[in-house]
């Protein structure tokens, strides 16, 4: 096995002593890069998803160009709906769209298992080929979707702005709802642990719909799975992250699912969520990504706030609260690597 030469971000999931915080973002392999955009060009997006070349590539880009501490393979978390046979269409502007979308048991009776090996060889050989062309440099991350998120998806068809159907969904066949999740929890663990048996070096669960359930729904119908999805990992000592959007209420709880690492959105307080769990996990995030619209200085005045929200110590991961936006300058991404790893130095 390839010795990982930079591995501060594995050593910050495990809460191990390093000489600097390390960083990478959410969505960094993407439009925000014109290298990104050149491929993108040519090929549509599901196309890049199933290529394992162009995933390849595009994962790699912002090692090269940004100089982040950590890759993520270049895929999608409803690579998973589409593999139990819904059909996926990703709309320019506009975003994702299942077609037939769940919405009784028969539907769920009609969807298929899945084998990593099989269904989503695509992705596997993505990750093998990824890690072969990084050589070392830095660790890859593989990712899914949460079960809860998944199945938002799955039951309303695309995004949504008030979650109605996913909402009448669990209350009104709430057997339903758990028989859908607990399949989705076993695919998501099988998909995983192939993803860290083709080489990846951690994996993200991304619960990206979290913060749309009360507290109560948030245990009920996506914590549990969550932590069953965890539980069921075959791993060596591969960190698992879990970013669970918006989800305030059930930190503590989320803490103790069984994750190395919890991401927060850019409207927690680091500082404060440290003191409640950071002795039991470590915690990625959490600048404003709308804060790398913003001059230098500002960009350097809200990274210190991260830092030092932080305070000094292990177990911090620079990111963003979120996901990258495709209008973006890179150089300001680019300026944030830089200010992280010369910053950080005295916080360790």
């Not at 593999?83 to 990703?90: F, I, N, P, Y």
Request: aromatic letters at 8%; glycine letters at 6%.
């Amino acid at each position: 096995m390839t010795q990982i030469k930079n591995d501060l971000f594995i050593k910050a999931c495990k809460r191990e002593p390093i000489e600097r915080t390390p960083i990478w973002v959410m969505r960094q392999a993407g439009r925000y890069l014109p290298e990104y955009r050149a491929v993108r060009d040519k090929y549509d997006f599901i196309t890049m998803c199933k290529t394992p070349e162009l995933a390849a590539e595009v994962t790699i880009q912002p090692i090269d160009l940004i100089g982040v501490d950590a890759a993520i393979i270049f895929s999608d978390i409803l690579v998973i709906p589409e593999a139990m046979g819904m059909k996926l269409e990703m709309i320019e502007s506009k975003g994702p769209k299942l077609y037939n979308p769940i919405r009784n048991v028969d539907h769920v009776n009609s969807l298929k298992s899945v084998d990593p090996y099989r269904e989503l060889k695509y992705v596997l050989d993505a990750v093998s080929l990824t890690k072969k062309q990084l050589n070392g440099r830095v660790p890859l991350i593989g990712f899914a979707g949460a079960p809860w998120t998944l199945m938002t998806y799955m039951v309303e068809g695309s995004g949504s702005k008030n979650f109605s159907e996913i909402k009448k969904f669990i209350y009104n066949q709430p057997d339903a709802a758990h028989k859908l999740l607990d399949l989705l929890a076993d695919i998501v663990a099988n998909y995983l642990s192939a993803k860290i048996e083709s080489g990846a070096n951690a994996v993200q669960i991304f619960d990206t719909w979290g913060g749309i359930l009360s507290p109560d729904d948030f245990a009920q119908f996506s914590l549990q799975y969550i932590t069953k999805v965890i539980s069921k990992i075959k791993r060596s000592s591969e960190p698992v992250i879990v970013f669970a959007k918006g989800v305030h209420y059930k930190l503590d709880d989320l803490a103790s699912c069984g994750a190395d690492v919890i991401g927060l959105d850019w409207t927690m307080n680091l500082k404060n969520v440290r003191n409640m769990i950071g002795s039991n996990v470590a915690l990625q995030g959490n600048l404003d990504p709308t804060i790398l619209y913003s001059p230098k200085e500002k960009i350097l005045n809200e990274a210190l706030k991260v830092l030092e929200s932080f305070g000094k110590g292990n177990g911090h991961i620079f990111n963003l609260g979120h996901g990258i936006l495709p209008d973006v300058n890179p150089d300001h991404l680019k300026y944030l690597v830089e200010v992280v790893k010369k910053e950080s130095v005295r916080f360790h």
